[in-house]
């Protein structure tokens, strides 16, 4: 885990400071709401309809032992007992009181946390695979490029006030879990023909309004190369990023609208021009790569046979944890490991959502079987990325007493879903109450397990922050005539093989969304070739029509 | 203008705890609708929105338009509805307002 260093300890616990004395100047009336509003925003806390939100950033989705705990006992003392994980790996407390924020950003800072950059238009937490540095996929660990580029983006005064807000994501497997193709900037980690170490970078991705798949703007990248490279991308947009209207102030809009052709051009000249002037202090040399990367080696896990015993028994003889080890484990890099998944989608539940309770309890978890670490995953579960498989039966069992042990990872139930109307003061319809209903409707394991990878995502506004458009089927909550309709659309994929799904038809109301996915769903199976073949894959191979038919067909178990 | 003939309160987001509020008769916030002060014509609603211009005590205060069909003004869109009602997730966090 990164840790530090003076000047990250003492610059975060001066802006805490700053802030302090921002808000009690706004609570004393010297501040105006029109002053301290840029001000909290820059803080990370907003304005909704219920209370101030504050939101968090996890870096990179990681998180130790130590943050968790101070997390729950954030939501326990100043929260309502509870905290909502994002689609940005972020976490967000709902229910803050603004005499407390300075007492929680002070809570936050003793374990090396902050609000910073999570608002705004600068560059935002920087995201990454939730099984980076754990997966047997992967190429390398992504984190300590995102470490990299968190270093380098935080408070950079040449990119404080950008066109639009800025998402940088970053993986190291050919597997894509990090949505790389869907934000401003995506790195993918590759390695050129002699081995030497790079990126892919993708530019101009994006959900919202207008979504986009983004571009590959360098096919090969070498690592020291990264930041002068990122530089000339962040100098092309923000001289030619429109300012003059915010729906089209994002960067995936003036690579679109200039051409990326025209793009790659400008960026590769303005990277020329700051090598050529002087640009070479830029590239943190391979003793500083080397620096942060330490700070991420793999934990020293002790050797274990590359089978346990203890797991196939349990996974024979416990038909619960057969069907849990099947659906929420991962291979882990190292024999004798897993990665264990863990579901914040119990049936009916909030997606997101953990108790202060939970929170505590997975943290003892991580402690006692994941070598102090968790992850947040961008699919809003928490990832244990280390843990023996001779441990897996005994987690399980501590999930199950926590109520976090649903078997439903990648599954119809494991649903990602904004905060929507219940708390967003932008949000045009609810999304959680439709993923509860959806949820419950598929709350049957071995239906689901039957049903196999389906990806829903539900967003209460077209701002898409539940990512929607790359759902395999997306939700899309919109306001009609009064009322809340909700928009499908179908065949969005958020891998390496992304796509953005089609919508298929007018909106439904809220009542009718849970129906028509089950319409869906029993058109899914009739029409698919063999287990294996995914709905997204029928989708492919048959087009969308059959799955309209069945969406919009008149229903007569519901209609009676 | 035509929103005279839409009966109306003023609402907004306490400056403290964030939650929402509604002003009362006397130019104070309540969080209870059937306290709320509602406006029958367009001066008045004018009238009220001039009270409401508290900074010191609220965020943000707006009319909303109400029906008067029942006990309590009752928020005519949806999402003025959901902010009087509380998120609608889970039944704990349902606002109960006095
Ligand atoms: S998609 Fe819209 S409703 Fe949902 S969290 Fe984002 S801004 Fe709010």
Redesign the pocket.
Known sequence: MYRYDEFDAAYVRERVAQFRDQTQRRIDGRLTEDEYKPLRLQNGLYLQLHAYMLRVAIPYGTLSSRQMRALAEIAERWDRGYGHF?TRQNIQFNWTRLSDVGDILDHLAAVEMHAIQTSGNCIRNVTADHFAGAAADEIEDPRPTAELIRQWSTAHPEFAFLPRKFKVAVTGSPNDRAVTRSHDIGLRMLRDANGAPGYEVIVGGGMGRTPMVGKVMRGFLPRAELLPYLEAILRVYNLHGRRDNKYKARIKILVHETGEAEIREQVEAEFRSILANGGAAHLPGEAELARIAAYFAPPALPERSAVSDREEDARTFDPVFAAWAEVNTTPHGVAGYAIATVSLKAIGASPGDATASQMRALADMADRYSQGELRISHEQNVILPHVARDDLPALHAALLREELAEANSGLISDIIA????D???????R?IPIAQDISRRFSDGPRARAIGEFRIKI????????H?HMGHVGIL?LEKAGVESYQITLGGDHTENAAIGERVGPGLGAEEVGPAIERLVDAYLDLRASPEERFVDVCRRLGLAPFKAAIYREDKRDAA | MARSFVPSIVSANDLMIGDVVYLDASGGWTRSLAEAAVAHDAETAERLAALADQPGAVVGPYLADVALDGPVPRPLHFREAFRASGPSHRPDLKRHSE
């Not at chain 1, 904004?418 to 109307?421: N, V």
């Open positions: 994002t904004c905060p929507g109307l708390y967003c003061a932008l949000a045009t319809a999304s967003s209460g506004c077209i701002n898409a922050c539940g929607h909550g």
